[in-house]
């Protein structure tokens, strides 16, 4: 591979020579400019493997040139150099597309790392579900929504800005998550996925920071924390939502400076991780209720990723089951895989599945173990009547007066959207289109306590 080029543009002709020289160092060959206009002109001429930009220039903003080289030029990851503390343009710049930022006065060291990174992307393409087979981690489905979703990781893979991934238990949250990281420039580093809710409040701190020996009961040697573990790949902060409002600041800080304090230390820590966060509930309720810091949510969530429900995708169904049943077969050794009747498939097809592809593997183990044929029919999938297929105009009983019909069909959509959030009212009333105030009245109407 011929030695890699780099075009850096920045108005201080001294911080120019410092970036070319540490370049030059590190086998990089820096083509520079002191103006958007000069840096424009070198796109046109040169091939770049990578591009560092300065927010405020001459006759424009740095942002104008990340948005341009996007567009023109997708394979070349940018990376801005902003003010100290100017996380605002540093998240600016991010959700533009630049691949990652770097304070002013420029940490060497960071400088290095990042640009370590973006050149692991050179000449790197994702590989699709198909081409990986099943060696990898997949995510399946040919309706446009994964095929939407697939896209966007493809994407996200290629810069690092932190992700936040939105969706309903069960959606495959943690499955985008490895793939972007299996995509990524930190793919040969470990991901590191973490449950936030399932660390207990006392010891957060220490289980992500890490701690020194005597720094508190217990801390009988020193330890490393979970962003230490991830150095060189991706921390996955699952449940984020969860975290104590204390740790929350310490994370924000963590993720600003790339570096981290263990407790009893006297001292930071450089980290390089990327950081993928979700969670399933609605983080702008959170932060409107006061328990989910505002800043912080800004800051990891510069690209959001919706992981959309089963219900929205059910072409999807048949496809996904078909695979889970082979899996579920091949763990079972011997036992030739099942397959679902027409009847079975429809079945699925139709039901509202509030817990999600976690809840049809659930479904399918169960019918697999049960099953005494060499089909699965619809009374071996022991389907929830209270979850039941929703309600087509075909399907209303004719003999059952209009206005019985039309409350049942409310209940138990009421009931599908309560299950789904985990009977968050709030989050329920949001998902139906209502008001809070709107739910608790039909709830009271409906008898549903």
């Known amino acids: ?83 100290h503390g100017s996380m605002e343009s540093a998240v600016a710049a991010m959700k533009a597309g630049a691949f990652d930022f770097v304070s002013k006065p420029v940490d060497l060291q960071l400088l290095r790392r990042l640009v370590g990174s973006a050149l692991k992307l050179r000449g790197h393409v994702s590989a699709s579900d198909d081409e990986r087979g099943d060696t990898g981690p997949q995510l399946l489905g040919e309706s446009a929504a994964m095929e939407r979703i697939r896209q966007l990781i493809v994407k996200l893979a290629r810069n690092q800005a932190p992700v936040f991934i939105t969706g309903e238990s069960g959606t495959g949250k943690e499955l985008a998550a490895r793939l972007i990281h299996a995509q990524g420039p930190h793919r040969e580093g470990r991901f590191v996925a973490v449950n936030c809710g399932a660390i207990p409040q006392d010891l957060v701190e220490s289980e992500l920071f890490g701690h020194k020996k005597g720094s508190f009961t217990g801390a009988i040697s020193d330890k490393e924390g979970l962003f230490q573990t991830a150095e060189g790949g991706t921390l996955f902060l699952d449940e984020v939502a969860d975290l104590p409002l204390a740790t929350q600041v310490k994370l924000l800080r963590a993720i600003q400076e790339k570096s981290v304090r263990p407790v009893g230390a006297q001292r930071e820590v450089a980290v390089d991780a990327r950081i993928i966060s979700a969670s399933h509930r609605d983080l702008t309720e959170e932060v409107e209720r006061g328990r989910f810091r505002q800043d912080l949510f800004y800051r990891i969530n510069v690209i959001e990723l919706r992981m959309p429900a089963l219900r929205e995708r059910p072409r999807d169904i048949p496809l996904l089951a078909d695979r889970l049943l082979q899996r579920l077969a091949s763990r079972q050794g011997d036992r030739p895989a099942l397959t679902l009747s027409a009847e079975a498939i429809e079945a699925l097809t139709r039901y509202a599945f509030p817990g999600n592809v976690r809840e049809l593997e659930n479904i ?31 399907a209303v009983d004719e003999t059952v007066p209009l ?3 039309l409350r049942e069909i409310e209940k138990r959509e009421i009931l599908n959207a309560l299950d789904a959030t985990h009977w968050d009212q709030a989050a329920a009333s949001k998902r139906l289109k209502m008001t809070p105030k709107s739910l608790r009245y039909r709830l009271a109407r409906l008898g549903i306590e």
């Open 1 to 83: 591979m011929n030695k890699a080029q780099a075009l850096v543009v920045d108005d201080e002709a001294d911080l120019l020579e410092l970036l070319k020289i540490t370049l030059a160092r590190m086998d990089v060959q820096a083509v520079t400019a002191l103006t958007l206009a000069e840096a424009r002109r070198h796109l046109e001429r040169g091939q770049f493997d990578l591009c560092l930009t300065d927010m405020n220039l001459p006759d424009g903003s740095g942002i104008d040139l990340i948005r341009q080289i996007g567009e023109q030029y997708p394979q070349i990851p940018v990376a801005m150099i902003t003010a």
């Open 364 to 394: 399918l183990e169960r019918a697999l173990a049960l099953c005494e044929g060499e089909r699965i029919d619809v009374a071996d999938l022991y389907l929830p009547r209270t979850e039941a297929p929703a309600v087509s105009t075909d």
């Open 403 to 405: 206005e019985e019909s």
